[in-house]
């Protein structure tokens, strides 16, 4: 989701110019200093049942996100997605433009000189955001038990698997704590040697 949504605002960000632009770059970043619980509190008020868009989607179309598993994915994207929003829009800035004009004198359209000329010059951009989303996400806590809960088999993510167990099995939480830390320093290993390779 967070790939979906936040290569295309990092281009818009990057390449246009509108009136708006840095409220809506403020807004994009601004979970970044928010507290994820108050990240929570507010997608709440626009994604609950009497929130600003909750109670349109839910008698307009029948959705309902707060404490769903659309709901984790909708929490963490939103506390995640800065993280690719940035290294994208910096891959874009630091881009030559000029490939993509050379692209267009050639005769190629707009979404073609984005997806064989533009992607491939920022794809180590693509790809470290993408990994630093992935990792902010997977410790996300707050704002999808705010959001979600922690409903077993439904919402409960790892963190707050952990949570549970240290109130339950210490060990437990001792396990899953360490198969986060290895899953998450192999990836991180992994697409680090990537990045570095010549």
């Known amino acids: 989701m967070s790939l979906v949504l936040g290569v295309p605002l990092a281009w818009m960000l990057a390449r246009t110019d509108f009136p708006g632009r840095r ?6 970043t601004v979970p970044l200093v928010l507290p994820p619980v108050v990240g929570g509190v507010a997608l709440l008020l626009v994604f609950g049942r009497r929130g600003l868009l909750g109670g349109w989607l839910d008698t307009t179309f029948g959705v309902s996100l707060p404490f769903t598993t659309t709901g984790v994915v909708v929490a963490e994207a939103f ?9 994208v829009e910096g891959a874009l800035r630091g881009a030559d ?9 050639l005769g190629a359209g707009r979404w073609t000189a984005f997806r064989r000329v533009t992607l491939p010059l920022i794809a180590p951009g693509v790809a470290a955001g993408g990994v630093l989303c992935w990792a902010r996400a ?25 949570y549970l167990a240290l109130e339950q099995d210490v060990d437990a939480a001792i396990v899953l704590s360490l198969l986060l830390l290895v899953v998450s320093i192999v990836i991180l290993a992994a697409l680090r040697d990537r990045w570095v390779a010549p």
């Open 23 to 28: 409220i809506v770059r403020a807004l994009v």
């Open 79 to 87: 506390v995640a997605m800065p993280f690719l929003v940035i290294s």
């Open 97 to 105: 433009a000029r490939y993509e004009e050379a692209a267009a004198t």
């Open 138 to 162: 997977l410790g996300e806590f707050g704002a999808t038990i705010t959001f979600a809960g922690n409903f077993p088999g439904r919402t409960q993510t790892m963190p707050l698997a952990v």
